[in-house]
């Protein structure tokens, strides 16, 4: 079998062993449910499907979550099987360094997928049971929100690997990863939001502003999610900016694939050029 193919075999048996997809299976469930249900209850008055509500609350959670997750997963997945010497057991087996860094990656994406998956998908059906009965019809803005969150889980999970790939301690790695975590989740929407009222629209005109949201994975996200679908913009309050934004999906999807690659390659590249 291909080392890769044993590789990632490996740590998605290692994620099932340490019960980690179905922790975060779990955990994903909870909250979309807690806030599908709560989120759900004008919806009967105002006629909007209650997977709308859902797909509008889970877009601003899972920009705090997703990323969390992904950084859990992938800080120490160089540095940390370095440290433990287990890196060097298994480079001495015919195996190349860019297959343990494919192999490892992918199993972690799979376990972040299938975790995504299914903990959005059955809070999902159990809420449209609960208002009614299943009705596929309405299920694309959802569907379009769990594929979003797991490649904006690939964009951290590229970036903690490009750190475990840098650092030469876990608990550097766990510093810097929670820092960057920090910094395009939390900080540079703040600073984006000062700067935006501090301008007052001079220099910082509409084409820079997507220029300037291009350069953070979860801006980009957000985009996808609460821009791609009218009723979804419109309930979301967000049907003023997909007419300013004027970013057209394949352009969004683009520049989320090069928040994966970018970082991944850059990983591979460190980790290739590093010494055990």
């Given at each position: ?14 994620g099932?062993?340490?019960r ?24 009967g008055?105002?006629?909007v ?30 540095v ?52 009614g009965g ?67 629209g ?5 084409p ?20 791609g ?8 309050g ?6 300013q ?13 090069l928040?994966i ?6 990983a ?9």
């Open positions: 079998m291909n080392p890769t193919l044993i590789i990632i075999e490996k740590e998605i048996r290692d099932l062993r340490n980690w997809v179905l922790a975060v299976t779990l955990l994903l469930a909870a909250l979309a449910l807690s806030l599908g249900f709560l989120g759900s209850a004008p919806t008055t105002v006629k499907d209650p997977l709308t509500v859902t797909v509008v609350s889970l877009s601003s959670l899972s920009i705090f979550l997703v990323p969390l997750i992904a950084m859990l997963l992938s800080y120490d997945a160089i940390g099987e370095i440290e433990r010497g287990t890196m060097a057991l298994l480079l001495s087996h015919p195996v190349a360094r860019w297959q343990v860094v494919v192999g490892k990656f992918f199993g972690h994406l799979a376990i972040l997928a299938i975790a995504t998956f299914f903990g959005y998908g059955l809070a999902g059906l159990a809420l449209q049971m609960a208002h299943v009705d596929f019809s309405t299920w694309m803005p959802f569907l379009f929100l769990i594929l979003a969150s797991i490649l904006l889980g690939a964009c951290f999970l590229s970036i903690g690997y490009l750190i475990s790939a840098i650092v030469r301690e876990r608990a550097t790695a766990a510093g810097i990863a929670i820092g960057v975590w920090l910094f395009l989740v939390v900080i540079y929407d703040m600073v984006l939001l000062g700067a935006l009222v501090a301008d007052q001079k220099l910082i005109t509409a820079l502003l997507n220029l300037i949201l291009m350069f953070n994975p979860t801006d980009v996200y957000r985009l996808l999610n609460l821009t679908y009218e009723n979804v913009a419109m309930f979301a967000m049907a003023g900016l997909s007419e934004a004027r970013i057209p999906m394949p352009v969004l999807f683009g520049v989320q694939s928040w690659i970018v970082p991944f390659a850059l591979a590249l460190a980790f290739h050029r590093r010494a055990l």
